[in-house]
């Protein structure tokens, strides 16, 4: 497992490469709304997490979700995790219910992934 901490750009073509050695479609990332980062390459998103929290994120800024690079523009990011999953942020799916958050998300892996 080579979980990196994507702070700069990603290109898509590294995206395909990571889905293709994994999920075979897909790759997981867990994005931190407040650092404007993500981390990518894990089996779990919970693996992501852990990174950045050793990293010195903090549990509330860290959301999962799901990029299909041979999907869509508008339907490659998916926003089902269960490290979505807290109540004591009035987030009680899987999904990112907050659509302000859900809006950081989008932004934020927007800039970091040369599409």
Not at 6 to 30: R, Y
Not at 44 to 72: C, F, M, R, T
Request: aromatic share 6%.
């Amino acid at each position: 497992m080579d979980i990196r901490i994507i702070d700069s750009n990603v290109t898509f073509k590294e995206l395909v490469a990571i889905s293709c050695n994994q999920f075979g479609n897909l790759v997981k990332a867990v994005v931190d709304v407040e650092n404007e980062i993500m981390a990518i390459g894990g089996d779990l998103h919970a693996d992501e997490e852990a990174v950045l929290l050793e990293k010195g994120a903090k549990q509330k800024d860290l959301w999962g979700i799901n990029l299909y690079p041979d999907a869509s523009k508008e339907d490659w990011i998916e926003f089902d995790s269960m490290i979505n999953i807290r109540p004591s942020q009035n987030n009680r799916s899987r999904d990112v219910e907050d659509p302000k958050t859900k809006e950081q998300i989008i932004t934020i892996v927007q800039k970091l992934v040369q599409r």
